[in-house]
């Protein structure tokens, strides 16, 4: 019998690739690719991302490090990264105790989604995605702050926050040749809206 981590390494795997198949259009816009990736990857890639997320956590305490970063930008992050971590606990969870089988389909994870009852949870965090972007975009405007994420690297790594210092500079990178966020930002909120609405028939 398949253990809960391989349920939620399999979900992570399934909802990557449901990203990239629904999002293909995006990310063949050549300024939109390495932000395409990043989203695919960094949030929601097939991966172990807890230690990244108890190193966020700390980050509060080095915010000063980090040119025009107020505390609720990293406080709208981390929340994001928290949701999406329990929403996935919980959906793997969900369906390893029913034992579906880590090759489920489309099907199968939008039975158990809707089954989950937390809509309120999900558009919490699409809207979290919205604000996000457009943070983080306005964020990457600031080349002192560019600057200083590479200048910091070597020490963020010594005082135990390196993973997520190297997520914070993936996604400052992404978003260097983009040059207006709200068709990327908007489309993802309209589709995910309409897959949400769809899923729970609203």
Not at 44 to 59: I, M
Not at 89 to 106: I, K, P, S
Not at 163 to 176: D, T
Request: one cysteine or more; charged letters at 30%; glycine letters at 4%.
């Amino acid at each position: 019998m398949s253990t809960l981590r391989q349920y939620r390494l399999a979900l992570q795997i399934f909802q990557s690739n449901r990203l990239r198949r629904d999002y293909h259009d995006l990310a063949e816009i050549p300024v939109y690719e390495p932000l395409g990736e990043f989203f695919f990857n960094d949030i929601y890639g097939p991966r172990d991302f807890s230690q990244r997320d108890q190193e966020g956590r700390r980050l509060q305490h080095f915010i000063g490090w980090l040119p025009g970063v107020q505390l609720r930008d990293l406080e709208e992050v981390l929340e994001l990264l928290d949701l999406t971590n329990q929403l996935d606990e919980d959906l793997a969870r969900r369906m390893w105790q029913a034992n579906v089988g880590t090759d489920f389909d489309e099907m199968t994870y939008e039975h158990f989604y809707r089954i989950a009852d937390k809509y309120d949870e999900r558009l919490r965090q699409l809207t979290l995605v919205r604000t996000t972007l457009y943070n983080v975009f306005r964020l990457s405007r600031s080349h002192i702050l560019g600057l200083a994420l590479r200048r910091l690297h070597v020490v963020a790594c010594l005082v135990g926050i390196g993973q997520i210092h190297s997520f914070l500079q993936r996604g400052y990178e992404a978003l260097q040749n983009v040059s207006d966020i709200e068709h990327f930002a908007e489309t993802i909120y309209r589709r995910e809206l309409d897959r949400l609405n769809r899923i729970y028939q609203r």
